[in-house]
């Protein structure tokens, strides 16, 4: 079966891509492609350093090239492909898709998924779904709990005292500012404690089909910088973040509400990061554009 990557809301499929209208290059890509492009290679470290690179201009090839694996290649099966966001979203709401429980229900996948496997993130909000049975899991629902009982369901997840507190204020918030739904608008969302712009740009991209940023996690900081889209590995500090500006420079705004599910599909499977498949992976070939490719090649040629 054919994968959607707009899990989030926009998809990448013909039928849909076909009905926008094609985006201009856009200026990063042309910068990128007509900058300098400068690589260091230090054979001891085996760090590429980049200022402007080259391959972000090569973005749509990679990406057709990681569509291709996850919808058909070695890259068909990721946990964020039944454990994400949105698959927990609908797997909770069940057919209140467009409703105030789908809506909500995302931000709490969302809400309790950073630093946390997707295992763990789908046990914790299954514990919360039963815990609000016979009703289903609204802000309403959430909120007649306390601390203690939502912290009890959802301790496999990391920070969870924190989260359990976010996510009780976040139901408190819905209820007495938005009518038991979500904000209108992001900026609203933004303000809820604990949620930035990673949570907050997946959850209205999912819950309200409107991309404001791309949602950038460990895996997608990893990957567009291994394909040298950004140059943002070495950030001492906010890494993702840098990563998240540079990325909304380069992909055309139809293309963010994918990046998360394509790349961290991608990331799970095959572009792991610790050791990479490359033996699976498309793009491990000369001339791909793969910065951590072009890296390994280089090194074990000067150590034969
Ligand atoms: S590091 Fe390996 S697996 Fe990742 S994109 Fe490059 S060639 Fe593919």
Known sequence: MLKNFAANSISTTPGKAARRKAHPM????LLATFGVFSLRHSSSSSVFVQRASASSAQWPAHWAAIEEM??????????VDTMGAEALAISGAGSYRQGKAFRFQTLV?????????????????????ELCKPLDMTSDALARFTEEDVQERIKMTSFYKVKAKNLLNAAHLCNDKYEGDLPLRIEQLLEFPGVGPKVG?????IARGEDHGICVDTHVHRIANRLGWVNTIQAKSNGPEKSRKALELILPKEKWGAVNGLLVGFGQSICEAKRPKCNLCLLAKEGSGCLHYGALNASSSSSS
């Open 26 to 29: 856009h200026l990063g890509v």
């Open 201 to 205: 740009f997946l959850t209205f991209s």
């Open 70 to 79: 996850r919808t058909s290649g070695a890259g068909v099966a990721s946990p």
């Open 109 to 129: 996948s969302c809400m309790l998924s950073p630093q946390t496997k997707d295992a763990q993130t789908a046990a914790a909000f299954r514990n919360l779904v």
